[in-house]
Nanobody, 119 residues
Framework: QVQLVESGGGLVQPGGSLRLSCVASGRIFSINAMAWYRQAPGKERELVARITGDSTIYADSVKGRFTISRDNHNNTAFLQMNSLKIEDTAAYYC??????????????WGQGKLVTVSS
């Protein structure tokens, strides 16, 4: 069984910084990609950033402010969020695409961490 444990998030003032972490554990053969999505109240879930190997992609709204990184040895992904704006307020979800020891490719979601940007 595979689990995702997210940490970080919370309340921050506009212009501040936060860091999210996501640790994947369990019966994982390899991880193809790790990503962060977010969902604001009344809006659809959207991709924030994804890292596949050394390749990263970002939503236009966070480019230059957010950085996704991975610790491959510990199956951990980080999302460093700088210059936060009120419109970044949302629940942030970790997503992992991984391969099992039997060769299956599966996807798992974390439970989400709330990020609130407010003065």
């Amino acid at each position: 069984q595979v689990q995702l444990v997210e940490s970080g998030g919370g309340l921050v003032q506009p212009g501040g910084s936060l860091r999210l972490s996501c640790v994947a554990s369990g019966r994982i053969f390899s991880i193809n990609a790790m990503a962060w999505y977010r969902q604001a109240p009344g809006k659809e879930r959207e991709l924030v950033a994804r890292i596949t190997g050394d390749s990263t992609i970002y939503a236009d709204s966070v480019k230059g402010r957010f950085t996704i990184s991975r610790d491959n040895h510990n199956n951990t992904a980080f999302l460093q969020m700088n210059s936060l704006k009120i419109e970044d307020t949302a629940a942030y979800y970790c997503n992992v695409n991984y391969r099992t020891w039997y060769g299956r490719v599966l996807e798992l979601w974390g439970q989400g961490k709330l990020v609130t940007v407010s003065s």
